[in-house]
């Protein structure tokens, strides 16, 4: 439980580092669809790491659903908001990584999917 907490404490630590670092230092290198791209990735980021949060403190998940489900949102951040840092912050073309994105948005739907299911599962068998 406590290392996928500390993995999603460093991933929070490190999204709000990358948004400042996009509203400031890349303000002026950026066009605005790119800034507005890393924005996303940014969003996105943060935005699974309060699920990552709730999945890991929720007490009705066991250890096995804890790990499954962060481990697919633990990839989606890699592949979706990684593929979006590594296109604006390394210069790497999107061509080259195109495939990476949508990887990381289907572990995040795979995610959500699977902890839309739990909840059904636990509204059966109450």
Do not use: D
């Not at 949060?53 to 804890?66: G, P």
């Not at 289907?106 to 068998?125: E, T």
Request: hydrophobic residues 55%.
């Amino acid at each position: 439980m406590y290392k996928n907490l500390s993995i999603t404490a460093f991933l929070g630590l490190l999204a709000i580092i990358l948004g400042a670092f996009g509203a400031h230092a890349l303000k002026e290198s950026l066009s605005i669809e790119a800034l507005l791209s890393f924005e996303t990735a940014v969003r996105y980021q943060m935005y699974h790491v309060i699920v990552l949060l709730f999945i890991n403190t929720f007490t009705q998940f066991s250890e096995k659903q804890k790990n499954y489900l962060s481990n697919l949102f633990f990839a989606g951040i890699l592949c979706f908001s990684g593929s979006i840092y590594a296109i604006h912050l390394l210069n790497l073309s999107a061509k080259t990584i195109w495939f990476i994105t949508p990887l990381g948005g289907l572990f995040f739907c795979i995610g959500w999917i699977l902890l839309f299911i739990n909840f059904v599962k636990k509204v059966i068998n109450k």
